[in-house]
């Protein structure tokens, strides 16, 4: 019984429309989630499990990590205008609500600085729980 309860809850409430949503964004992964997938699903690497198009409240995060309550998003050029920075930043406002910490990075960040990225949130992962 108490895993349906913490299963449901790394959802926080999210509705039928954001479930399938993500669904859909799933399937179609940009290339630059697609190359950051390919680490964050290596467990060998982070040590902990993200899930990729994860539904939170009307959110969906690129990648998360309930068990640090840690998102990773990747944002590309559209997410570069004054408008979508604001929307961002409300985002990261109503997701902080939950305790979840957000980390941000660019398609370039990721096609060019992969393993710094890598390292980044490596950091991060140990300040949030020191192995």
Known sequence: ????????????????????????LRKNMTDA???LWKRLKDKRIFKVKFRRQHPV?????????????LAIEVDGEIHL???AR??????????EKYGIKILRFTNEQIFENLDEVQ???LKIINDIAPL
């Open 119 to 121: 390292v980044y949130i």
């Open 81 to 83: 205008s004054t408008e």
């Open 57 to 69: 409240d009307i959110f969906v995060l690129d990648f998360y990590c309930h068990e640090l309550k």
């Open 1 to 24: 019984m108490k895993s349906r309860v913490i299963e449901r809850n790394m959802f926080y409430a999210a509705s039928r429309n954001t479930f399938e949503m993500a669904h859909a």
């Open 33 to 35: 989630e697609k190359i």
């Open 86 to 95: 604001e929307y961002d930043e409300g985002r990261t406002y109503e997701l």
